[in-house]
T-cell receptor, first 114, second 113 residues
Framework: EAGVTQFPSHSVIEKGQTVTLRCDPI?????LYWYRRVMGKEIKFLLHFVKESKQDESGMPNNRFLAERTGGTYSTLKVQPAELEDSGVYFC????????????FGPGTRLTVL | TQLLEQSPQFLSIQEGENLTVYCNSS?????LQWYRQEPGEGPVLLVT?????EVKKLKRLTFQFGDARKDSSLHITAAQPGDTGLYLC?????????????FGKGTLLTVNP
């Protein structure tokens, strides 16, 4: 069984550009989560999907971030326009069981905004 | 802001040694998770503890939740090179959702053969 996969593994963009990160959860997992770790800080929660619905987006930092999960399968996280402080590692996680801590995270996308 | 302080930040030991890493907070958590992250991969959940004073064992790893549910420790017996990785603790807030975790910054463990 494939784990949580994320694409790209690395992205380097300039301030003001747009970047879209993709997450493919484990097959059959309705719950999908986005987290990020900015440089020197701890991992923080961004949002939670149940199937295609945003269950909780209280961790999204501002309206430059847009997450979607059309069809309830893979999810995308778009940052537009990117700012320097958006640099960090963006993790996706998925689980079958709602409400519990995520068990498996993807390898992350390392985003560098210059 | 509820913080989880992990110590030590870095730990380098020889194969066969024992070690303990700590996770401390001034806040009470409803549950405490420990994850291990290996280079190039995402964190993997090792254990969840929910009851004050609870002890869980996973082979050579022993996890303990503090009586007041504010702190936790991870003890590894006879460490092996395969234990190398970043150990993260993450707490779930009382009354909140268990996926909205407060993470510590982690302890980077290196076990030398």
């Amino acid at each position: 069984e494939a784990g949580v996969t994320q694409f790209p593994s690395h992205s380097v963009i300039e301030k003001g550009q747009t970047v879209t990160l993709r997450c493919d959860p484990i097959s059959g997992h309705d719950n999908l989560y986005w987290y990020r770790r900015v440089m020197g800080k701890e991992i923080k929660f961004l949002l939670h999907f149940v199937k295609e619905s945003k269950q909780d987006e209280s961790g999204m930092p501002n309206n430059r971030f847009l997450a979607e999960r059309t069809g309830g399968t893979y999810s995308t996280l778009k940052v537009q326009p990117a700012e320097l402080e958006d640099s960090g590692v963006y993790f996706c996680a998925s689980s079958q069981i709602a409400g519990g801590p995520p068990r498996y995270f993807g390898p992350g996308t390392r985003l560098t905004v210059l | 802001t509820q913080l989880l302080e992990q110590s030590p930040q870095f730990l380098s030991i020889q194969e066969g040694e024992n070690l303990t890493v700590y996770c401390n907070s001034s806040s009470v958590f409803s549950s405490l998770q420990w994850y291990r992250q290996e280079p190039g991969e995402g964190p993997v959940l090792l254990v969840t503890v929910v009851t004050g004073g609870e002890v869980k064992k996973l082979k050579r790893l022993t996890f303990q939740f503090g009586d007041a549910r504010k702190d936790s420790s991870l003890h590894i017996t006879a460490a092996q090179p395969g234990d190398t990785g970043l150990y993260l603790c993450a707490g779930a807030h009382s009354g909140g959702s268990n996926y909205k975790l407060t993470f510590g910054k982690g302890t980077l463990l290196t076990v030398n053969p």
